[in-house]
């Protein structure tokens, strides 16, 4: 069991890749990918108040200038090895630049929202007269004319001779004694030299050099004696500017090598900067806030929702002390049990992290050396365990490593074995634990862990809501009392005999009870619960759960639509809905693909292409499986049922 183990599963990953989504460099992504979580305590209340104040700019600006970030690591490594850099890499520093004094400027009138952010503004170098010197000397990622008067001078000549050969040449195309043996009426350019195009049986007919050929062998590129010395003339000045271009080119080196350090720090701190905001922005995304840090062992959540599950979560609220360090929760599958443990470990992380967590005032975390976790059935198959012995694997490791300073969240203690020894193991597991002094969370189904938390002074039950009315979960964690799996009740809601469940109840519990009045108690008095009578729910009435999330809205693409895809920059048609990962199935170019539905955009929405009786396989079935289709309708051939 290591920190990694953990961190998968926590679903750490997700929150570091929805992280990176806010980071414009790649520098501040790989600090990203190597986001500490901290043990120090000072270290984390600096942290969080850095994550706080970059909030609070951003809420009042999110136009920061980090733009010019992008790509400008490279060149400060070019400068660093003393390489001339290209006038497209100078453009690019000249941005970074501006970009550093954007950030100057825009820092400047921050001190009250975000005073230690806005001091690191004050270690840069606006570097004015370098930035002077690039759009001086470089205008449209090239070498200007006005980089040097030499240059200037060097450039208009070149200008001039070439008007001169251009001339010259132009007479013979005018001339009607050299028309006739011209295969074409232009001047070309071969190797940087101008040349007439001549017919081959006139090559001895023109005084002058073969430069090329055409591909036939009918066509002579020819640079007349006429125009030889100009040529010359015109490669030697070439070769003049290009040695002046290159002279301007290491002039800016020099001066920008030894700004160097300045730029290194600008850099530095900007990747800071782009660093924070990403923080920033994924807590405005969260609708988050930083949880407060205590030194005590005091776990309280208010109103916490797993960042994952979105702002439509059902909220959760609790407290663990030095007093009642662990919980031990109860209630049905898919009741949001695990769900619940997950978001206080990844809580705890994120907090060490200097990450806000979506929840309300009052919610406070302790620093905790580490989060243990075995959640999942954690399966291996290089390894060839067996589901249990995977489980008992990774305890034996949480057994090892657990101290004062740890969160252990087990899920399902105890499960996967005979259920009287796997509740014995759980139980024990949960003795030593404690003797550890950390904090505990653990979820069961056993009775006998729900008594044994009961009684020990150090423990406390909780349970996931359940309704019993409508036989749903309501997802919602009720500290101080145990719950029930429920099976019984709801075996009995579904039709099952009172007589029956009477005697499963007898064996399970060994006391005898009225079902039917037991039912009428459970469900009569409580908010949105169904009073049964002698009613009962057929299985067609019951809704399963499916998620942490209320019920959710109105798919935002139907079969149909013609959605625009923000990757491929071109329009599909949603041939298949969203399914549980987010991807919707779309045809592009006679071909389906899948999608995620944060690239897509709606277009049009499929009423407005089609009528309401509309045959979509026209669309996405091909002709010999609609025939197929038809044919099986009517009876005219087989379906084959696959086993």
Known sequence: ?????????????????????????????????????????????????????????YDVSNSIPLHALTGIKSVIEKLGRSEILRPVDLTHMAGFIKDTQKMIRFMSDKEDVGPNLSSYALSMDPLEVELEEITR??????????????????RRKMEQLENQIKLKLQSYLASANYSSMLSDLVVS?????????????????????????????????????AVKKMHEELAQLRIDGDNEEYRILSELLDRLMHALRAITINYDTMVTYDFLFAKAKLSHAYRARAAKVTPEKHIKLIGA?????????????????????????????????TVTMKTVGLFIMMTQAGLHVPCENGTSLPILRQVLCDIGDGQSLQQNLSTFSSHITNINSILELADDQTLVILDEIGAGTDPSEGMGIGIAVLEYLNSKKGFILASTHFNEIKRFAEEHPDFINGSMAFDLGTLKPVYRLEVG???????????????????LIERAHEIAYNEKVDYKDKLLKETDGHENHTVLHNSIVSKEDIVEPKSMFKPKPKPKFALGDAVYIHTMKRNGIVCETENSKGDIGVLVLNKKIKVNHKRLSLYLEAEELYP????????????????????????????????
Not at 26 to 31: G, L, M
Not at 483 to 498: C, F, H, P, T, V
Not at 612 to 630: A, C, H, N, P, T
Request: proline share 3%; with cysteine.
């Open 1 to 57: 069991m290591n920190q990694n183990q953990t961190k998968k599963m926590l679903d750490w990953q997700e929150i570091i890749g929805r992280l990176k989504e806010f980071a414009l460099s790649e520098a501040a992504k790989d600090q990203i990918d190597n986001l500490e979580i901290s043990t120090d305590y000072y270290l984390v209340i600096r942290r969080l108040e850095e994550t706080s104040e970059a909030r609070k700019i």
């Open 137 to 154: 000397c470089i205008v449209h990622n090239a070498v200007a004319d006005q980089a040097s008067g030499k240059l200037y001078k060097l």
């Open 481 to 499: 009392k145990s719950g029930a799996s429920n099976a019984l009740l709801i075996a009995l809601r579904i039709g099952m005999s009172e007589s």
């Open 305 to 337: 929702k797993h960042p994952l599950l979105g702002n439509e979560a059902v909220p959760l609220s609790m407290e663990l002390d030095a007093r009642q360090r662990n919980l031990v929760i109860t209630g049905p599958n898919t009741g949001g049990k």
């Open 612 to 643: 309401d009786d509309y045959d979509y396989d026209i669309l996405f079935k091909s002709k010999e499986q609609r025939k197929q289709k038809k044919q099986i309708v009517k009876g005219k051939k087989d379906v084959i049922m696959m086993e």
């Open 189 to 225: 350019q071969r190797d940087g030299r101008y040349v007439i195009p001549v017919k081959s049986e006139y090559k001895k007919s023109i005084d002058g050099m073969v430069l090329d050929r055409s591909r036939t062998g009918g066509t002579l590129f020819i640079e007349p004696a």
